[in-house]
């Protein structure tokens, strides 16, 4: 079965950027990128499909971007003008609901 990695994480300034990657060990279709802050509920960031379509959640709407390259089997999202309520572990779900550990993103105000 595959397997994913996410990659990325890290400290940012709000205002920053930052590019997450999720790499999969295998054919991929639809990645969903999930979050998680402390003590909150995981929570949707977006999706996109194999053909490139994508959705975000509206709290990050214009600021994060998610794309991939289906040759590496990876997933980006990068996050733009990042704020402190962007602090959560990142995590990258196939649609049969396989999930990668998580990349950590603190916002520093």
């Known amino acids: 079965q595959v397997q994913l990695v996410e990659s990325g994480g890290g400290l940012v300034q709000v205002g920053g950027s930052l590019r997450l990657s999720c790499v999969a060990s295998?054919?991929?279709?639809?990645i969903y990128w999930y979050r998680q802050a402390p003590g909150k509920q995981r929570e949707l960031v977006g999706t996109?499909?194999?053909?490139?379509?994508?959705t975000y959640v509206d709290s990050v709407k214009g600021r994060f971007t998610i794309s991939r390259d289906n040759a590496k089997n990876t997933v980006y999202l990068q996050m733009n003008s990042v704020k402190p309520e962007d602090t959560a572990v990142y995590y990258c779900?196939?649609?049969?609901?396989?999930w990668g550990q998580g990349t950590q993103v603190t916002v520093s105000s």
């Open positions: 996109i499909t194999r053909g490139g379509t994508t």
């Open positions: 779900k196939t649609v049969a609901n396989i």
């Open positions: 295998g054919f991929i279709n639809t």
